[in-house]
């Protein structure tokens, strides 16, 4: 159990850092920013920008819940994993250990994503020029 434990409390460090190097919080303010403008009376008044600020913030919104969705799912899986450690309970050691496999594969998966919007929203801006 404490190998799972450790390897656990790695996963959360990792996830911990990703939200620090994705700006996750940033982006929760931002979508709180971005809901308050759409609730704004004349938003729609500009279809263009409205349909754009309103994608924005839903692209946004499903980045943080994600993240977070991710963070709970592990800090809950360690303490569930502390707790039977620590009452000699090893029954669902298994499960626990798959739930854990699955957590780290989320982790990649959305860890790459991320690294790969990152990739092309450079990509298009270093092709981008007033010029063209």
């Not at 899986?77 to 626990?96: F, G, M, P």
């Not at 998966?109 to 063209?132: A, I, M, Q, T």
């Amino acid at each position: 159990m404490h190998e799972l434990l450790n390897q656990i409390e790695k996963l959360i460090k990792h996830i911990t850092q990703a939200y620090v190097r994705f700006k996750i919080e940033g982006k929760q303010i931002k979508v709180k920013e971005l809901n308050a403008e759409m609730n704004q009376a004349d938003f729609w008044n500009n279809q263009k920008k409205a349909t754009r600020v309103a994608k924005q913030a839903a692209d946004l919104d499903e980045q943080v819940k994600n993240w977070q969705k991710l963070l709970d799912e592990a800090e809950d899986i360690y303490k569930l994993t502390k707790e039977l450690d620590k009452a000699k309970d090893y029954s669902i050691k298994d499960e626990l250990e798959e739930k854990s496999n699955q957590l780290e594969k989320q982790f990649e998966k959305l860890e790459f994503n991320r690294s790969e919007e990152r990739r092309v929203g450079k990509e298009c801006r270093s092709r981008w020029s007033p010029y063209h």
